[in-house]
């Protein structure tokens, strides 16, 4: 069944260290793929999105993703972390716009 | 100038009513959708919408039903509401495009009590 999985429902990271979330995706073909973000009480913005070429693309905020097609997986990266970036992480496929379940992001001063 | 917006932000209303969320965007994009953000943040698509054709989620109730006055509009009608109808709706739009990706809105909370 085609499906998109974030394993991590919670991650915790203090300010300053390097960050990875995970995204897995399960498609016949590859899909275009994207990393959105909400803040609380916000809309979901977009991070950054890969369809072709490049398998790391580099997104707003600092973000960057790596495309493995060997591992199906979109892992969403960002060297140093800020306070600011404490959000609801979701990776998407779109086929048909499919979201992950998200993973929460808390920062530690 | 907001790219997408929703109103209202916020609606609480009693089980059994009929409500409306509306929903515009000034991009010019070509297709508008509506998600439902359950409580644990899961993302559903419920409707996209063209000027070409309306696909539906067939897993949502026919009491919600959209309305597109014209391409920049995307209103939500809810009908009857139930109490598993609270959430956070959202309403997007993109290009016809694809790899465009999605511009959302900010997002209407529903409380149905």
């Known amino acids: 069944a085609q499906s998109v999985t974030q394993p991590d429902i919670h991650i915790t990271v203090s300010e300053g260290a390097s960050l990875e979330l995970r995204c897995n995706y399960s498609?016949?073909?590859?899909?275009?793929l994207f990393w959105y973000v909400q803040s609380p009480g916000q809309g979901l913005q977009l991070l950054l999105k890969y369809f072709s070429g490049d398998t790391l693309v580099q997104g707003i905020k600092g973000f960057e993703a790596e495309f493995k097609r060997s591992q199906s997986s979109f892992n969403l990266r960002k060297p140093s972390v800020h306070w600011s970036d404490a959000a609801e992480y979701f990776c998407a496929v779109e086929r048909d716009m499919r979201f992950g379940a998200g993973t929460r992001l808390t920062v530690k001063p | 100038d907001t790219a997408v917006s929703q109103t209202p932000k916020y609606l609480v209303t009693q089980m059994g009513n009929d409500k409306s969320i509306k929903c515009e965007q000034n991009l010019g994009h070509d297709t508008m959708y509506w998600y439902k953000q359950d409580s644990k943040k899961f993302l559903k698509i419920m409707f996209s919408?063209?000027?070409?054709?309306?696909?539906i989620n067939e897993t949502v109730p026919n009491r919600f039903s959209p309305k597109s006055p014209d391409k920049a509009h995307l209103n939500l009608h809810i009908n009857s509401l139930e109490l598993g109808d609270s959430a956070v709706y959202f309403c997007?739009?993109?290009?016809?495009?694809?790899?465009?990706?999605?511009?959302f809105g900010s997002g209407t909370r529903l409380t149905v009590v």
């Open positions: 997007a739009s993109s290009q016809d495009v694809e790899g465009y990706g999605y511009t």
């Open positions: 919408y063209n000027n070409k054709e309306l696909i």
């Open positions: 498609y016949g073909a590859t899909p275009y």
